[in-house]
């Protein structure tokens, strides 16, 4: 059986490495949120893993928490005195030896937690790198290919699927 694949994000801890994101956050806080969370949404479509991203609410008086699946990753925000961090670490803890987990933080003593429950992690800065060699990829695969010629279906076939499409006009004739 196939192992489900997660990818954990600490949202603010995301926000305040990442400079373009913190410059934003300055100003509005709702902004930075929604910008990582478009940067993830378009990651998410390149990569196989369900990704989560987490942000703490734990001083936000009678806060229940929150879920919510948008643009494709799931976005919570813990409920009063939970942080983040430890939202992550209970994941982690409970979904490690069914699920391989990577968890995106630069947060020294989470990384500890959350390798000796069996999961790997990477910092910010590697998730960043991550992100822009995805979109570096993205952009020479799809992005930048040679205008399609005369955008017909057969013309935007693979080799191997044409083939099997002259294949099935010859046993019809």
Known sequence: ????????????????????LK????????????????????????VDKDIFLVFDAYNVKGNTGSYEK????H??????AQTADSYIEYFTKVNARTSDICVATSDYMEQIVILNYGAYRISANDLKQMITEAERDMRENYIEKKPIKNNMLFDNLDEHTKKLFEEMIRRKE
């Open 75 to 80: 976005v919570i925000f813990t409920k009063e």
């Open 1 to 20: 059986m196939k192992k489900k694949k997660f990818l954990l994000i600490d949202g603010y801890n995301i926000i305040h490495a990442w400079d373009e």
């Open 70 to 73: 948008t643009k494709n990753i």
């Open 23 to 46: 410059t934003i956050s300055d100003y509005s806080l709702e902004a930075a949120r929604d910008n990582l969370t478009d940067i993830l949404s378009n990651y998410w479509g390149y």
